[in-house]
């Protein structure tokens, strides 16, 4: 168990993954608060899982309570580097369904609400699921601290 820890939180990357988790953090965490507590003009839960029902992803409910929580809870996670490959697995999850169920149909650019968008953070949550969350995390601080095999 705490060699598989040590390897999930194990990162070789530096500043580089801090530049990429923070703004990808955050970016997240509001587009899950808009599914999650309406914020931010978001539609809320209810709001969004009738739309989700609209795309065919049923119980509508619980796909938006889904995706929120990837999205808010897993922004959060990543801001702080914590857990962050698990976090950028099930952000980069849920912006792959994304980008196959609401946008592939819409062509490429964001104004005509295409891939574009969904296609960045989808590789930028690629990037952190593969290099970690870098010496500045928690993430670190645990392998430091606990799960470094002696």
């Given at each position: ?47 969004t ?12 409910l ?89």
């Amino acid at each position: 168990m705490k060699n598989s820890l040590n390897k999930i939180l194990l990162s070789a990357a530096g500043m580089e993954a801090l530049a990429l988790r923070l703004p990808i953090g955050f970016i997240l965490t509001a587009h899950g608060s808009q599914k999650l507590f309406g914020w931010f003009d978001g539609y809320g839960l209810e709001g969004t899982g009738q739309f989700m029902d609209t795309l065919g992803l049923h119980p509508g409910l619980l796909m938006a309570l889904l995706a929120g929580s990837a999205e808010f809870f897993g922004g959060v996670a990543l801001m702080l580097g914590l857990f962050t490959r698990l976090a950028a697995a099930s952000c980069a999850i849920t912006l792959l369904v994304a980008l196959v169920i609401v946008h592939l149909g819409h062509g490429f650019f964001l104004d005509t609400h295409g891939i574009e968008y969904a296609l960045a953070l989808l590789s930028a949550t690629t990037a952190l699921l593969i290099m970690g969350g870098g010496s500045y995390s928690i993430d670190s601080y645990l392998v430091r601290q606990y799960f470094r095999s002696v």
